[in-house]
């Protein structure tokens, strides 16, 4: 079946540094690709999404770019803040069922 | 007003008792998932439902019955709680076929203890 697989966490950086997670997925035809953030206490929330390849998905600083070719979609920001410290999650939707099927989530800490 | 809000916010019980979580979404979505995220924060989801329909149903123990009395409501229903069932259960929602399909609005959990 499809699966997401995240780089294990957590990450640490310091405020200011650049900001890569790795997600590559496996899939059935071409998923939907999305990160959802969840922050200390609180329920996931949608960061950004692409629905095609080559497609870029950003949002608050955050980018991603759906790779056919190398079934990727990492994550990256150029200068993290404290703010930013959360879990993240790489996410594919099933083209058959619709269903999010979600990677293991990769913490970010950052420090000040 | 909350989008999508689940009660308890913490829930601690014994082995063997039964328990419920109460879920209700705001934004007239027509679906409504469970999702679970173990210690590991690994997130599966258990069930979905449309307009009150079950249409995922993912292997979870029979002790777990998800209900929906209508399209804004899906609570969870577990009886004879174990200790692998503790964990933060999620509930959401999404309004398919508006371009937003695979957007899901999270609540924000219930942390089950199970002692």
């Known amino acids: 079946g499809d699966s997401v697989t995240q780089m294990e966490g957590p990450v640490t950086l310091s405020e200011e540094a650049f900001l890569t997670i790795n997600c590559t997925y496996t899939a059935t035809g071409y998923p939907s690709l999305f990160w959802y953030v969840q922050y200390p206490g609180e329920g996931l929330q949608l960061l950004l999404k692409?629905?095609?390849?080559?497609d870029k998905g950003s949002n608050k600083g955050f980018e991603a770019t759906y790779r056919k070719e190398t079934t990727s979609f990492h994550l990256e920001k150029g200068s993290v803040q404290v703010s930013d410290s959360a879990v993240y999650f790489c996410a594919l939707s099933e083209k058959n069922t619709g269903k999010l099927i979600f990677g293991q989530g990769t913490t970010l800490q950052v420090k000040p | 007003d909350t989008a999508v809000s689940q009660t308890p916010k913490y829930l601690v019980t014994q082995m063997g008792n039964d328990k419920s979580i109460k879920c209700e979404q705001n934004l007239g979505h027509d679906t409504m998932y469970w999702y679970k995220q173990d210690s590991k924060k690994f997130l599966k989801i258990m069930f979905s439902?449309?307009?009150?329909?079950?249409?995922i149903n993912e292997t979870v123990p029979n002790r777990f019955s998800p209900k929906s009395p209508d399209k804004a409501h899906l609570n969870l229903h577990i009886n004879s709680l174990e200790l692998g069932d503790s964990a933060v259960y999620f509930c959401?929602?999404?309004?398919?076929?508006?371009?937003?399909?695979?957007?899901?609005?999270f609540g924000s959990g219930t942390q089950l203890s199970v002692l």
């Open positions: 439902y449309n307009n009150k329909e079950l249409i």
């Open positions: 692409a629905t095609k390849a080559d």
């Open positions: 959401a929602s999404s309004q398919p076929g508006q371009g937003s399909n695979e957007k899901l609005f």
